[in-house]
């Protein structure tokens, strides 16, 4: 069967609100399967009141007495139905006191949707795919809605993060789904008729293994974090869910040409002056405008923070090289650039690059760390760490705290390597970025940075970075240093320099062969991305997967 009408439920989406990652997915795959013919439609709550999201009132209906509007809006060939009304008007997306409001609701406000999408102008859905634990509970209501309808869509559910939330019978019934609703489920390769009391105790009352078991097929987002992970998905949720899970990759709509335009659009001028050119910038004035100017001059709103309670706190922390509202000076010199990005979270690894730091410093003393980060609750020792890194390496080290798109994609066109020292990634967008701006990549060799970022130990000069043991700091400042030195040996021919430098013998060996190694890595890593981890190849798996829920629905 040909899918032309998939409706995807999630917490957040671009651009109506972005909290992470999540945020980029529905939306970017959703448009890339309107360019292939399907009518997609993103049904989300609005976390806002009514009207606030650019969005048309279609409806305003009571939700087991709850005043829910139904509003509706396009961006990119996309249909947004949005649901706002009592914790739907929250702008807290995953507060923790409304967070089973929202997801009884949403599921409840989805249940209606499903009888009346023809008042919406909407097609019935073929498929729908549901995201991350918060659509669970939604899953079931649909399970449950149409249980006596005549017919059903395929139903998808997509692990982003697994982090085993707990699901009570409680919150299934709020959702008005009755603990003894009898159903079929497929699971180790038998198709079992169930209650939700059953299905709630066949999933260890884990929200992603409940999404699992009643779903028609569920996905995740690298076959690493699905299958070789120690944490990974079938290891911890069970391998009586293989026959029926299946991935589907994450893109980028990053390009490289893209992120040069941009950044010459909004750079222009000032480049010009710096470097006394009109055009022909090579990478090193990029870096070296970057470092010891545009660093320092961000606009007077940069950089934003979404919680400004939270950078109250941060702030208490600051001191020169940070200027008056986590502003920073330029650096005096240039050298060797490595980047990093990413929330502060003890997922994100970067308290362990924080670690590797001085070691590099040590052995490759020119070289600079721009870390790039987004301050969330939970990781304020983490904040506090890069605060005193940052003072005590004023020399080498600046730490941008929250938002700064001025100098965003020129950090990354100006970069020699991206620090992805992770703990788990189940994807990783950040790699992707890197590598489609020209940077190889010393990633840890967890979930989809291990099949993104391609080893040059093993791959040579068709290799993307270096893989490391996730959570260690040594292994992690040796890989950063041999890439940094390696890729300053390329561009500058210095090989007496910076070869000694460079502990890895295969890279030593790639320098001694071709002098200019280094820009074949940054050719490899851009075409790679460009290639393979594009939206519209992500389409292209995710139809694969819908075709196969339809043909396994029970």
């Keep these: 069967m040909a899918v032309k009408s998939v409706w995807m439920l999630t917490f957040e989406a671009r651009p109506i609100v972005k909290v992470g990652g999540l945020g980029e997915v529905p939306p970017n795959l959703a448009a890339s399967l309107v360019k292939k013919g399907v009518e997609a439609v993103i049904v989300m709550p609005s976390h806002a009141p009514a009207g606030l999201r650019g969005e048309e009132k279609r409806a305003e209906v009571d939700i087991g007495g709850t005043r829910v509007i139904v509003g509706y809006r396009e961006w990119r060939g996309v249909k947004y139905v949005l649901f706002s009304g009592g914790p739907l008007d929250d702008p807290r997306v995953y507060a923790e006191d409304t967070m089973m409001d929202k997801v009884a609701l949403l599921a409840k406000a989805l249940g209606w949707l499903l009888l009346n999408y023809e008042k919406l102008g909407l097609a019935r859905p073929d498929v729908i795919h549901f995201h991350d634990w918060h659509s669970v509970i939604a899953l079931l209501k649909a399970r449950r809605e149409l249980a006596d309808k005549g017919w059903r869509p395929g139903l998808v559910y997509h692990i982003h993060l697994l982090v085993e939330k707990r699901v009570e019978p409680s919150l299934i019934a709020r959702a008005g789904v009755e603990e003894d609703f009898r159903h079929r489920v497929r699971l180790g390769g038998r198709v079992l008729e169930v209650t939700v009391r059953d299905a709630i105790g066949m999933a260890r009352g884990i929200a992603e293994r409940l999404g699992a078991i009643e779903s028609d097929v569920f996905v995740t987002v690298s076959r690493t974090?699905?299958?070789?992970?120690?944490?990974?998905?079938?290891?911890?949720?069970?391998?009586?869910?293989?026959?029926?899970?299946?991935?589907?990759?994450?893109?980028?709509?990053?390009?490289?040409?893209?992120?040069?335009?941009?950044?010459?659009?909004?750079?222009?001028?000032a480049l010009a002056k710096f470097t006394g050119k009109r055009d022909g910038y090579t990478r090193h004035d990029l870096r070296r405008y970057f470092l010891l100017q545009a660093l320092g001059n961000m606009p007077g709103a940069e950089p934003r923070q979404l919680d400004k309670e939270l950078f109250k706190k941060i702030q208490e922390w600051l001191a020169p090289p940070f200027k008056p509202n986590g502003k920073v000076e330029p650096f005096e010199t240039d050298g060797p650039l490595v980047i990093t990005t990413g929330r502060l979270s003890r997922q994100k690894g970067i308290d362990v690059l924080a670690e590797a730091v001085p070691r590099v410093v040590e052995e490759l003393g020119n070289v600079k760390f721009v870390f790039l980060v987004l301050p969330v609750w939970g990781g304020e020792e983490y904040a506090r760490q890069l605060a005193e890194l940052t003072k005590d390496y004023p020399y080498n080290v600046r730490t941008v705290f929250g938002i700064a798109p001025s100098i965003y994609r020129l950090a990354h066109l100006s970069a020699d390597v991206f620090a992805a020292p992770s703990r788990w990634e189940p994807f990783g967008i950040m790699a992707l970025e890197a590598m489609v701006t020209g940077n190889p990549v010393v990633a840890s060799a967890v979930g989809g940075l291990k099949e993104i970022v391609l080893d040059i130990r093993r791959h040579g000069l068709e290799g993307t970075g270096l893989h490391v043991s996730p959570g260690d700091p040594y292994e992690l400042a040796d890989?950063?240093?041999?890439?940094?030195?390696?890729?300053?040996?390329?561009?500058?021919?210095?090989?007496?320099?910076?070869?000694?430098?460079?502990?890895?013998?295969?890279?030593?060996?790639?320098?001694?062969?071709?002098?200019?190694?280094?820009?074949?890595?940054?050719?490899?890593?851009?075409?790679?991305?460009?290639?393979?981890?594009?939206?519209?190849?992500?389409?292209?798996?995710a139809l694969e997967v819908y075709e196969r829920s339809v043909a396994s629905k029970l």
């Design 479 to 541: 890989a950063i240093r041999d890439m940094a030195a390696f890729m300053e040996a390329s561009r500058t021919g210095d090989l007496d320099r910076y070869m000694p430098k460079i502990g890895e013998a295969k890279l030593r060996s790639l320098l001694e062969e071709i002098v200019d190694a280094g820009e074949i890595i940054r050719k490899n890593a851009v075409e790679r991305v460009e290639k393979k981890f594009t939206w519209d190849n992500a389409a292209d798996m």
């Design 225 to 269: 974090y699905l299958r070789e992970d120690r944490d990974g998905v079938l290891n911890r949720l069970g391998w009586d869910l293989e026959e029926k899970s299946g991935v589907i990759y994450n893109g980028t709509d990053w390009r490289y040409r893209d992120a040069m335009e941009e950044v010459l659009k909004r750079h222009g001028n």
